[in-house]
């Protein structure tokens, strides 16, 4: 099946939508455009066709893969590649922690002018406290996120309302992280 740009593109985008409404819970993605073989790094191209735009700049940190989705990405939206520290969006692949601290997290007067990362991927999940914004009281979920990268999330996010909004994909579902919610690991 091919992707079509209209309907899949829409559906990414509510499911993209929802997964930021509801922080840390996974929603499945029901469409990716098989740009790639490995299907963490596949949907995140499915949401980086369904929210890149024309003037937006797209940069990437990880190897040749990544760098083929991001290209094909930019290609089908407009987008522009460009540098992690200019970027309005990044796509992750690989460990995300120098990708969270080099990333664009807005100024006071301008904190939508953030990045947004899209991690790929197939790492454990460890357990992560989150409070805030979506949330009726504190939850607890597993988080596909090494220890040094939620570390630097929570440096990234001290100041609101600057910071990064996170998506993290996996082979699986599609996880939503506000720069408005606050996250604690869990030992």
Known sequence: MTW???HDSRSTFLACMHALC??????ELPQTPHMTDRPELDRAAAVLLALLDRGLGLAIHGGDA??????????????????LGAADWVLVDGPPAPAIVHARRGTPTNPE????????STGPTRPVRLAGPGLREPVT????????????LVVANQNPPMGLDI?????????????????????
Do not use: K, Y
């Not at 509801?22 to 929603?27: C, D, H, L, V």
């Not at 990544?66 to 540098?83: E, H, K, L, P």
């Not at 953030?114 to 991690?119: D, E, F, M, N």
């Open 141 to 152: 979920h597993r988080i596909p996120l090494d220890e040094l990268a939620q570390q630097a």
């Open 22 to 27: 509801s922080p840390g819970t996974p929603f």
């Open 113 to 120: 002018s953030s990045a947004t990362l899209v991690i790929a």
């Open 167 to 187: 998506f993290i994909v996996t082979p699986d579902c599609l996880i939503g992280l506000p720069r408005s919610v606050t996250l604690q690991a869990v030992a």
């Open 4 to 6: 079509d740009l209209v």
């Open 66 to 83: 990544a760098a083929q989705v991001a290209a094909a990405a930019c290609t089908a939206t407009g987008a522009d590649s460009t540098d």
